[in-house]
């Protein structure tokens, strides 16, 4: 396993500058984020693949490890979008995608079908999709992500453990430690989503064995949003994860 950065952790930074910052911070790996108004737009991505695969690499010392697509969609400008992300992923050598699953509500049948699409896509340039745990959506429940990638054949799973704990869950997501292909991380309570590394419930060291157990080998991503208003010290607090990370992983 080895530790990356999310852009995500520095949305208000160009592209050029999250990964600079990645640096400083000592990363060599990175997760993109791809979606209106994120580092990466979905529609240059199809009009510019080369100018964006540049973009992605412009920095050879930080890595780009994996995509999140915060975009959804079930039109043809949707798929349109993703296979270009794909391709974008083929020419990074990127192999993780991340999706988001289906809102609550979707049927079954149709969220089944919409992801048998994106696999079959994604499995053309060598790209493994997972879909993101997070509430509100299919994913919110371990039992339902798990059997959607029992439908579907080369489905995977991100794992974001704070979104079982402070969801409405609350149930173990051991069930779904064979299929994750990619892991975001930040601290949480039962009561907050974020909170200050070593104030939450995220137990970083069982996580890390139970991955190991499942031979997982990739990315611990660390997702740590600024919260500018509360006076914490965001590249502090992304710091301290990652030496965190680091002393679980000697």
Same mark, same amino acid.
């Given at each position: ?75 043809? &400008?949707?798929? #349109? !979008?993703?296979? *270009?992300?794909?391709? $974008? =992923?083929?020419?990074?050598? %990127? +192999? ?13 049948? &149709?969220?089944? #079908? !919409?992801?048998? *699409?994106?696999?079959? $896509? =994604?499995?053309?340039?060598? %790209? +493994? ?122």
């Amino acid at each position: 396993m080895f530790i990356a950065a999310s852009s995500a952790c520095f949305p208000h930074l160009s592209l050029e500058q999250a990964l600079e910052k990645m640096l400083d911070l000592e990363f060599s790996y990175a997760e993109l984020v791809i979606g209106p108004g994120a580092h990466l737009d979905p529609d240059q991505v199809v009009r510019e693949p080369q100018r964006v695969a540049y973009r992605c690499q412009h920095s050879y010392r930080v890595t780009p490890v994996a995509y999140y697509l915060d975009f959804e969609g079930f039109d043809r &400008q949707f798929y #349109e !979008r993703f296979h *270009a992300c794909c391709m $974008l =992923a083929k020419a990074t050598k %990127v +192999v993780s995608l991340t999706v988001r699953s289906a809102e609550l509500g979707t049927p079954f049948n &149709q969220e089944v #079908e !919409r992801l048998k *699409a994106l696999v079959k $896509l =994604a499995t053309l340039e060598g %790209v +493994v999709v997972s879909i993101t745990t997070e509430t509100g959506r299919m994913s919110e429940d371990p039992d339902t992500a798990a059997v959607l990638c029992q439908h579907v054949k080369g489905l995977a799973i991100t794992l974001d453990p704070s979104h079982y704990i402070c969801g409405p869950s609350g149930r173990s997501y051991q069930k779904l430690l064979p299929f994750v292909s990619h892991v975001r991380l930040r601290d949480t309570s039962r009561e907050k989503l974020q909170v200050q590394v070593g104030q939450g419930e995220v137990d970083y060291s069982r996580l890390i064995s139970q991955l190991e157990n499942v031979n997982y080998r990739r990315a611990l991503c660390i997702d740590i949003k600024p919260e500018p208003e509360s006076g914490i010290d965001h590249d502090a607090e992304i710091r301290k994860l990652r030496l965190l990370l680091e002393t679980l992983l000697v």
